[in-house]
């Protein structure tokens, strides 16, 4: 028969972060997150390094003040949201754990308020008969810990496995899908170099110091799992835009090469491997001088293989030579984008990149942990529900889907992003990304058409 089809078992479902959705920052013995942290030391800016205009010009909304306590009401109104998978249809839910709720402190003793309230809404889930993949960290580090340097303090990984310890015996007898990091480029390249997202550090040296704690407190928390035996999966997810040369010279396609290698290959490379992108060490003397040291030795001691890939992907990205950067390169302007808009849609990019992962690691277990259409928060313009855009998006980007699965890549689930309208990175309320509406005010929620589609591809599993 004609049309796109996914497979029976195929996971299809929504996504969320903690800090986004739950709202609650305060309570039931909450600590403080680096998220909130900032975004309240930020309130009514664009952050440290950047003047109102430059903000506006990247299209960004100044920080909130109090909107991260309210996320999309989730902590309080799970049960409702989970119902509403449930009459979706979808399978399972993408979700994360908020480590400033378990471990206030960062580390020692855990707050059994959080350990109940994870409890109830997984078993909600299960009830519901969707599959918990469950993230250990989505931007939410103590702040507590990034007091004492965060990522960069060479104590991070012994903290991280601590705290996974945690999770696994509390949750691990019925979470099967884990995930240690959300998108370390975010966190760590941009949280530590670019100096755009907290704790906004711009130091090229300290970026790849957090970057190798990272991935070594990434390392303890596999072999870890893998110990106890629970039976489950573990893996990582990773922020995997479509990387392509700006023109046809071979300038371009070594700078779009030096990109992959550096941004997301600096941790899909070891974490797949064991190795860091030796092309980027040979070619950007400023990585290889800056390395930690013993790095490689470090590597050898810790790698230890996840069991699937995480692709986050939103973007096509044209990259250009470029001899006076640290990378030798730099994003132009994409493909079909319109000037100044962010998260231009590039459905063919996601076959791109799959196809790229799938054909370096020996076709790994794929997951499109997040893939979503993000619209401007003007007027509120989506209050109608009413959103084409958001349709078509789902109908190419799933299939696109379809073909990488008839092509013969190991792609096993996709997540829309996100759930439902909630706080957006540093954007706060800005952008929605929903396929549910959410007023931040009182809590109301309406399902957008998009989310009724949606609803006919999961339990159809047909896309056309
Ligand atoms: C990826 C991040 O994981 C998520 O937290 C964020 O909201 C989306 N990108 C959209 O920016």
Redesign the pocket.
Known sequence: MYGFRLPKDFLIGTAN?A??SEGAWDRDGKSLSIMEYYGRKYAGTYGPHFTMEEGAAMGKVPFGQDENARGCFFYDHYEEYIEDMRKTGQNTYRMSLAWPRIIPNGVGPVNQAAIDHYNKVINKLLECGITPFVDLY??DLPQCLQDKGGFANPSFPEWFEAYAKVCFEAFGDRVKMWSTF??SQ?SIYNGYSVGTFPPFIKNHAVFLQAAHYNLLAHFRAVRLYKSMSLGGKIGA?N?IPAIMPATMTPQDYNAAELRKDSYFGWWTQPMMEGTYPQKVLRECPDFAAAMPPHYQQDLDQYFEKMDFIGI?Y?IGNRTAHDPNSLLRSTPVASFYSAPGQR?APYPAGLFDVVQYIGDRYNNVEMYIT?N?C?LPNINDQEKECDDPERITYLREHLRMVCRLIKAGYNLKGYYY??DAD?H??L?GFG?R?GMTWVNHETGERIWKKSRYYFSEICKTKLVN
Do not use: M, R
Request: aromatic content about 24%; charged content about 20%; hydrophobic content about 40%.
């Open positions: 972060s800090f986004q989505h931007w959300n998108e975010i997810v922020c986050n939103y998260f997040e979503g993000a992003w996100n909630s957006e990175e954007d952008l990304f």
